[in-house]
């Protein structure tokens, strides 16, 4: 493929398997995590496998400087990004007003702060060489309010809109923003997210699915890319449609615990 990668959250789930598909088409990489050995694990992984170069940058997204420091590590190196997948992110449980506000203001920050500064820090060397691709992973969360994931769900209201809108910004370039919004995946963002015993993760897709999918769609140029169709059009042409105190009411119950 000729062409690197930049991965957040690469270091398990659908990060490490998005990057595995990079790799799988000779793609060379740069894996962004906190955990140094998980990521030197994958490193050594792919370059084994696929004979590519993987490039492992330590770095907490929760951090308001981190992507800036990450952006540095790779011009410093000479490396040119030409996909960048914003995939980090993470949830938690519980009745907003009960959680710890400082976990809530991390959750934004990862999920969306910090997918916006390295968007823009990598987005102006794509547009400069009329080239990349962005794929931002979202969620079906981002269509629907979510009581007992009210911060989470919004977050990835914002990454929806956001993807989609800086898509038109660049129709006329040769660079594409696509979002991947799954449903539930099995991953350690259920455990993470203190969100096990809930019924929605019995049937998860699994993260090797849902990365094909999104790698696929992001190749192609897609804006809005669901793994489930059915979830999709029950996001597009029904709920839209139902009383706002039934979603509500519907959301809720999909994140009671049994």
């Given at each position: 493929?000729?062409?690197?990668?930049?991965?957040?959250?690469?270091?398990?789930?659908?990060?490490?398997?998005?990057?595995?598909?990079?790799?799988?088409?000779?793609?060379?990489?740069?894996?962004?995590?906190?955990?140094?050995?998980?990521?030197?694990?994958?490193?050594?992984?792919?370059?084994?496998?696929?004979?590519?170069?993987?490039?492992?940058?330590?770095?907490?997204?929760?951090?308001?400087?981190?992507?800036?420091?990450?952006?540095?590590?790779?011009?410093?190196?000479?490396?040119?990004?030409?996909?960048?997948?914003?995939?980090?992110?993470?949830?938690?449980?519980?009745?907003?007003?009960?959680?710890?506000?400082?976990?809530?203001?991390?959750?934004?920050?990862?999920?969306?702060?910090?997918?916006?500064?390295?968007?823009?820090?990598?987005?102006?060397?794509?547009?400069?060489?009329?080239?990349?691709?962005?794929?931002?992973?979202?969620?079906?969360?981002?269509?629907?309010?979510?009581?007992?994931?009210?911060?989470?769900?919004?977050?990835?209201?914002?990454?929806?809109?956001?993807?989609?809108?800086?898509?038109?910004?660049?129709?006329?370039?040769?660079?594409?923003?696509?979002?991947?919004?799954?449903?539930?995946?099995?991953?350690?963002?259920?455990e993470a997210?203190?969100l096990d015993?809930?019924?929605?993760?019995?049937?998860?897709?699994?993260?090797?699915?849902?990365?094909?999918?999104?790698?696929?769609?992001?190749?192609?140029?897609?804006?809005?890319?669901?793994?489930?169709?059915?979830?999709?059009?029950?996001?597009?042409?029904?709920?839209?449609?139902?009383?706002?105190?039934?979603?509500?009411?519907?959301?809720?119950?999909?994140?009671?615990?049994?």
């Amino acid at each position: 493929m000729g062409t690197t990668a930049l991965v957040t959250g690469a270091s398990s789930g659908i990060g490490a398997e998005l990057a595995r598909l990079h790799a799988a088409k000779g793609g060379d990489l740069v894996l962004v995590a906190r955990r140094e050995s998980a990521l030197n694990e994958v490193k050594s992984a792919l370059e084994n496998a696929y004979g590519i170069k993987a490039t492992v940058i330590v770095a907490d997204l929760a951090h308001p400087d981190s992507a800036e420091k990450i952006f540095t590590v790779t011009e410093a190196a000479g490396i040119q990004i030409d996909i960048l997948i914003n995939n980090a992110g993470f949830g938690g449980h519980g009745k907003f007003y009960k959680r710890d506000l400082a976990k809530d203001q991390a959750m934004m920050q990862v999920n969306m702060i910090s997918l916006v500064n390295l968007t823009h820090l990598y987005l102006q060397g794509m547009v400069s060489r009329n080239s990349g691709k962005i794929l931002h992973v979202a969620s079906t969360a981002g269509f629907i309010p979510g009581p007992l994931q009210a911060v989470y769900y919004a977050t990835k209201a914002f990454v929806v809109s956001f993807s989609q809108a800086i898509a038109q910004e660049l129709s006329d370039t040769n660079v594409t923003s696509t979002v991947l919004c799954p449903g539930a995946v099995a991953t350690g963002f259920v455990e993470a997210g203190d969100l096990d015993s809930i019924a929605a993760w019995d049937n998860a897709a699994s993260p090797e699915s849902v990365a094909k999918c999104g790698y696929k769609a992001m190749m192609k140029g897609d804006l809005v890319k669901f793994n489930e169709a059915l979830l999709g059009f029950m996001l597009n042409w029904v709920v839209p449609f139902l009383p706002r105190k039934t979603v509500l009411k519907m959301s809720q119950q999909s994140m009671e615990k049994k």
